[in-house]
């Protein structure tokens, strides 16, 4: 039982590159979320699905989309990467337990846009 | 619009002092507030949930509604207590989807 993984854990970019974003869960989560984490920002949601076959945007859409390619796979992907996207971004499924929501964290992964 | 405030970036306190992690939001429904804690190298935890009113690693926190307050207590910090710890807040209509604070950078002195 992996929980949450993504790949790749690192990742140079030049502006103008694309690149996807890979997360897989193994715990039958029905939500995954992708948010980035900035330093005096905290952790701002990109985008999210709610089940297989939805996604919504967040608060940071701009510059990124997303696939919910099955109910295990949730991909990030930055078409035309900007150096304001240097970021550490972090997957996350949900599970609601007890009456209440835990959201679990991946590894992260730490993009440079150069 | 800010949903969850964390006032202080960096937090400092000796080894054995009482530490408290602030937290205030701004939400008129019913919220789901929950601490969570990244130590260094590794990935985003739950730490505690107000509904479960429980301590964990000898934190607690409690939810005030009426200063809009769930601010993160422990009467005596350890070294690795050292960590990044974000508030986060769950609105009853958004289905679990959490708006984060910006987080408090905790050192624990020897």
């Known amino acids: ?9 690192f990742q140079v970019l030049k502006t103008g590159q694309s690149m996807t974003l890979q997360c897989a869960q193994d715990m039958n989560h029905n939500s995954m979320y992708w948010y980035r984490q900035d330093p005096g920002m905290g952790l701002r949601l990109i985008y999210y699905s709610a089940s297989e076959g939805t996604t919504d945007k967040g608060e940071v859409p701009n510059g990124y989309n997303v696939s ?9 992907r930055l078409e035309s990467a900007a150096p304001s996207q240097t970021s550490v971004y972090f997957c996350a499924g949900q599970a609601r337990d007890r009456g209440s929501y835990e959201q679990y964290f991946g590894p992260g992964t730490r993009l ?3 | ?4 405030t964390q006032p202080e970036k960096l937090l400092s306190v000796f080894k054995g002092a009482p530490v408290e992690l602030k937290c205030n939001y701004s939400y ?6 929950f601490w969570y804690v990244q130590y260094s190298r590794q990935r985003l935890q739950l730490l505690l949930r107000h509904i479960s009113r429980e ?3 000898g934190f607690t926190a409690d939810l005030n509604k009426g200063e809009t307050s769930f601010h993160l207590k422990k009467p005596f ?5 050292s960590a990044m ?17 910006r987080g408090t950078q905790l050192t624990v002195w020897p």
Do not use: H, M, W
Not at chain 2, 28 to 33: A, D, I, Y
């Open chain 2, 28 to 33: 008129s429904g019913s919220p789901e507030l």
């Open chain 2, 77 to 81: 910090a350890q070294e690795e207590d």
């Open chain 2, 85 to 101: 710890y974000y508030c986060a807040l769950v609105r009853g209509s958004t289905l679990g989807r959490l708006y984060f604070g």
């Open chain 2, 1 to 4: 619009a800010q949903r969850v």
């Open chain 1, 68 to 76: 919910r390619l099955n109910k295990r796979e949730f991909s990030l």
């Open chain 1, 112 to 114: 440079t846009v150069t």
């Open chain 2, 55 to 57: 301590s964990i690693k």
């Open chain 1, 1 to 9: 039982n992996a929980g949450v993984t993504q790949t790749p854990k």
